[in-house]
């Protein structure tokens, strides 16, 4: 499968176990390769097929940029992410120990009450820098918010199915504060 972006994102589709060996930065799951990062992806002679980490040097972020993260960990009152990219470039991965913070004040416009109806472990946010010195995030806006979410009972990609996700594996419903852009792609 050729991917025409060139960067795929954890949990991407990059072609079945009869077609490719699985290198680093991919895992076999029940003989589909999926991509475990963001990264270019390079297949060997030997059909060797791997996805590389970007190494060049971080962008410097600002207030206003958007970025995609990934869920790390959700607390009662926020949810701690690891800054993937940067709006306008791709391309680049932030040093992968970049962390922010989405406050739950700053999810969506509106109350919320229970992060764990917005947000789910390792999903893909799309977020905007509010705070550059302590690195929060606020996902408040139709095209900010979860965009690409996987399963939790059997890890497959979520599909949107009017304001929730579905899994089309297991038919599994979950709910997320979704982006207009899911499942669009990155950014
Ligand atoms: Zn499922």
Avoid: W
């Avoid at 789910?120 to 820098?129: F, I, N, Q, S």
């Amino acid at each position: 499968m050729e991917k025409e972006k060139g960067i795929v994102v954890p949990g991407d589709f990059l072609g079945t176990s009869e077609e490719f060996t699985p290198g680093e930065g991919v895992y076999d799951e029940k003989g589909n390769i999926c991509a475990s990062l963001i990264g270019g992806v390079s297949i060997s002679d030997k059909r060797v097929i791997e996805v590389q980490p970007k190494v060049e040097t971080p962008p410097t972020l600002k207030e206003g940029d958007v970025v995609v993260c990934r869920i790390e960990d959700l607390r009662d009152t926020v949810a701690i992410v690891s800054i993937a990219c940067l709006k306008g470039h791709e391309e680049r991965e932030i040093a992968a120990s970049t962390q922010g913070v989405i406050h739950i004040s700053n999810v969506r416009n509106g109350y919320v009450n229970d992060l764990q109806r917005e947000f789910g472990y390792l999903d893909l946010v799309k977020a905007k820098v509010i705070d550059v010195a302590a690195l929060r995030l606020s996902t408040e806006g139709k095209d900010l918010g979860v965009i690409k979410a996987i399963c939790a009972k059997c890890k497959s990609n979520l599909k949107r199915k009017g304001n929730t996700l579905a899994c089309e594996s297991c038919k599994r419903v979950e709910v997320r504060n979704i982006s207009e852009d899911y499942g669009k792609g990155l950014l």
